[in-house]
């Protein structure tokens, strides 16, 4: 399966953005998924994760009140609903995905993770 993540830009404080992990060559059912960050000098961090049949969802405490993530099947992605955005979400957006059976698992280690999309860049600037 290859990854693709979309739908970052230039959000001001308190604002919201959508971002989504398009999936290609697989149906994106098949994979536990979680959404990484990495802002400029700092290490990658984990953001969410969702099971594969959608049931099961962990955030970070930081994003928790604030991000939503979800899925579409019938789009076949992945999506990161951002709200109440600050400008310490500065950063570049990863989804990754792991092919699991159970679908229940949350997969939320990037040690874990089999694929890796290209990133989308979120700015939170006034």
């Known amino acids: 399966v290859q990854l693709q993540a979309s739908g970052g830009g230039l959000a001001q404080p308190g604002g919201s953005l959508r971002l989504s992990c398009a999936a290609s060559?697989?149906?994106?059912?098949?994979?536990?998924v979680g959404w990484f960050r990495q802002a400029p000098g700092k290490e990658r961090e984990f953001v969410a994760a969702i099971s594969r049949g959608g049931g099961m969802t962990y955030y970070a405490d930081f994003v928790k009140g604030r991000f939503s993530i979800s899925r579409d099947n019938a789009k076949n992605t992945v999506n990161l609903q951002m709200n109440s955005l600050k400008p310490e979400d500065t950063a570049g957006y990863y989804c990754a995905g792991k092919e699991v059976s159970n679908r229940n698992i949350l997969v939320r280690f990037s040690h874990q993770f089999d694929y890796w999309g290209q990133g989308t860049q979120v700015t939170v600037s006034s």
């Open positions: 060559g697989r149906t994106v059912s098949n994979y536990a």
